[in-house]
């Protein structure tokens, strides 16, 4: 629905469910944008958090008790966010490789490498369709490009470019943290993921979680269509101040 550095929400419908996947913006944010997109909040059966970061929970305390949605995230992050969301409507615990069924739809949580207690992306199956998400990770590891092959639609990290993070204006200990292998994709590595996971049967790409400051949305559109050349998928951008428009799988 909406992804950048300044806040992150996933929205997935499927026949019989409606999901979010991290709730990183303004409750009222959230609901106006799933608004905008023909969604009526109080449809959804459950929120996925990737990680304790600001920019993936900080409406979800909000959301969760207004629409009284049940919350699901790893124990890790849970210590880390207790405190500052508040009672949650309800909270269930899941771990690293083991899927779960929510009506027509399968979500499976994997380990990713980022400077967070206990993160983790996901892969969600419905209907002979697969959704493969990766954002705030610092490197590619042979997990992630596992689970990523064979999508129907790629969520995808393109944080930053390198040399407009290397030029930018944040301090040096921050630029080495958004490098490391614990850090965030730049479009570089995005682009060399999607070429290693691309296929014929490849219908979407999103790049998700762009900086604003170290990245230009064309620049990230470039560098990986360049590697998307040989697969028909469409490529498109999550919007950071605006609903994204709904992605649809046929
Ligand atoms: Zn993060
Ligand atoms: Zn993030």
Not at 153 to 179: C, F
Request: proline content about 6%; aromatic content about 6%; some cysteine.
């Amino acid at each position: 629905m909406s992804s950048g550095s300044a806040g992150n929400c996933i929205y997935i419908e499927t026949g019989d469910q409606a999901i979010l996947i991290d709730a990183g913006l303004s409750e009222r944010k959230m609901s106006h944008r799933l608004r905008a997109i023909g969604v009526d909040p109080g449809r959804l059966q459950a929120i996925f958090l990737t990680h304790e970061h600001s920019d993936h929970i900080s409406g979800v305390g909000p959301i969760s008790r207004k629409y009284k949605i049940p919350v699901y995230s790893t124990q890790g992050t849970y210590r880390k966010i207790e405190k500052q969301c508040g009672n949650l409507t309800e909270w269930k615990s899941i771990v690293a490789e083991d899927s779960l069924c929510l009506g027509d739809l399968t979500v499976e949580p994997y380990s990713t490498p980022h400077d967070a207690e206990e993160s983790v992306a996901f892969v969600v199956r419905s209907n002979g369709y697969k959704l493969g998400h990766a954002t705030d990770l610092g490197c590619v590891t042979p997990l992630v490009k596992e689970k990523l092959q064979g999508a129907d639609a790629l969520l995808v990290e393109s944080n930053h470019d390198l040399t407009m993070l290397d030029a930018g204006p944040y301090p040096w200990p921050l630029k080495q943290r958004i490098k490391s292998n614990t850090g965030h994709l730049s479009n570089e590595a995005c682009a060399d993921l999607l070429g290693a996971v691309g296929h014929s049967g490849l219908q979407w790409v999103v790049l998700m979680h762009l900086s604003q400051k170290c990245n230009l949305p064309e620049l990230a559109k470039m560098t990986a269509s360049e590697e998307l050349k040989p697969f028909p998928a469409k490529l498109i951008l999550a919007r950071q101040d605006e609903a994204t428009p709904l992605v649809p799988l046929y």
